[in-house]
């Protein structure tokens, strides 16, 4: 499996606290079948592409010596801004210049969003974004990312979503987003070692649930490969979702007796 979301850089984010923490992540995941991972921390706290591209090459260095199998990559996860697009350095997988990891304000998509990905995608770039999930707007009503699919952008689901790290409403939207064909990848977006960690294999676990075998590889494997081959992905054709009308049902009900 490949993890393309990842806060397991020491001491840059909120994510891994040290090296250890960082080298017990990395083992929990090669220990679940995870052989890539990309780190993507937070680009706000520490906006300098070199220093985390350094920063990658030391803790692989780490790896390497600890003899944990895992395979680093380099990226981050840029937070949308008006000014973000505009940026002389914008953190790319394994800085193929390709597809850009990038994430919204939880409580609302801002109106500045559209024009920002329109910007990047000028430069070139494919946006990936992070958790859509768990933005509020998406949890109001889930066909919203329909229109995000058909601009060309790429939606990344956390396994934790699935296993209700999130709470109930978040967890209901991911199983929402993946029977309506409206995610491409899904990553662990771990921060630390616990509930919070790379949780891949339990987010697998949890998808065999609710789509084949042949999505679980697409969406752990095949897809995350080609994005960081810089490789184009084929197009999806989301599905309308129609909520249930449960408040209309049980006044049906009720006016029946
Ligand atoms: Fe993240």
Redesign the pocket.
């Known amino acids: 499996m490949l993890d393309l979301?990842t806060?397991i850089l020491p001491g840059i984010d909120d994510g891994a606290a040290d090296v250890g923490q960082a080298l017990d992540m990395a083992a929990k995941a090669v220990a679940d079948g995870v052989r890539i991972a990309a780190a993507?921390p937070?680009f706000d706290a520490l906006p300098d592409w070199d220093r985390l591209k350094i920063a990658v090459n030391d803790l692989q260095t780490e790896l390497d010596q600890a003899a944990i199998p895992l395979q680093l990559v380099s990226g981050a996860?840029l937070y949308i801004d008006p000014q973000t697009a505009a940026l002389p350095n914008i953190p790319t997988y394994g800085d193929q210049g390709r597809y850009v990891l990038i994430?919204f304000p939880m409580r609302e998509i801002p109106g500045y969003a559209r024009d920002a990905v329109f910007k990047l995608q000028v430069r070139g770039l494919t946006p990936i974004i992070?958790?859509p999930e768990r933005y509020a707007d998406v949890l109001a009503d889930p066909n919203c990312l329909r229109e995000w699919i058909d601009l060309g952008c790429l939606l990344q689901m956390n396994s934790g979503s699935l296993l209700g790290l999130f709470g109930s409403q978040v967890e209901e939207t991911a199983r929402i987003l993946l029977a309506h064909d409206m995610v491409h990848l899904m990553a662990s977006?771990g921060?630390s070692t616990g509930r919070r960690g790379m949780t891949m294999r339990e987010g697998v676990q949890a998808l065999e649930a609710i789509v084949s075998s042949a999505a679980i590889r697409e969406l752990t494997e095949t897809i995350p490969k080609r994005i960081l081959e810089g490789e184009g992905v084929s197009s999806k054709t989301p599905k309308l979702y129609r909520p249930k009308r449960r408040f209309w049902l049980f006044g049906r009900r009720r006016a029946g007796r």
Do not use: K
Request: charged share 30%; glycine share 0%; aromatic share 0%.
């Open positions: 979301h806060h993507t937070h996860e994430e992070a958790h977006d921060h």
